[in-house]
């Protein structure tokens, strides 16, 4: 079972991402915070959720980003379940710009 991220840490973290404010600061702030294939494996989540919130099938997310069908089903039962509701509200707010 996986431990919980250390709750300190992670508020800590939220707060320094909140006070981003383009996407170059964000560029910036993630290309120092993550290793190359971190930021590869965020990238790809998140355009896998895209792509499924498209209702855009299995092979076809495979053929256009190389996720394995196992992070695509996590990515999906993130989606169907609403685990913390993140991704529909980005993908709300993402829908206004």
């Given amino acids: 079972m996986a431990s919980r991220p250390n709750t300190e840490f992670t508020h800590d973290l939220y707060k320094a991402i909140l ?9 910036a ?13 965020l990238s ?7 792509m499924l919130e498209r209702n855009m099938v299995y092979n076809k997310i495979v053929e256009a980003t190389g996720a394995s069908t ?10 169907d379940y609403e685990n913390a509701g993140g991704y529909g509200l980005v993908f709300e707010r993402m829908k206004k710009d």
């Fill in 19 to 27: 006070t981003l404010e383009t996407e170059e600061e964000c560029e």
């Fill in 70 to 79: 196992a992070t695509i089903s996590r990515v999906k039962r993130s989606l």
């Fill in 29 to 41: 702030f993630f290309k120092d915070l993550c290793t190359i294939p971190e930021l590869k494996a």
């Fill in 44 to 50: 790809q989540r998140f355009a896998v959720a895209e």
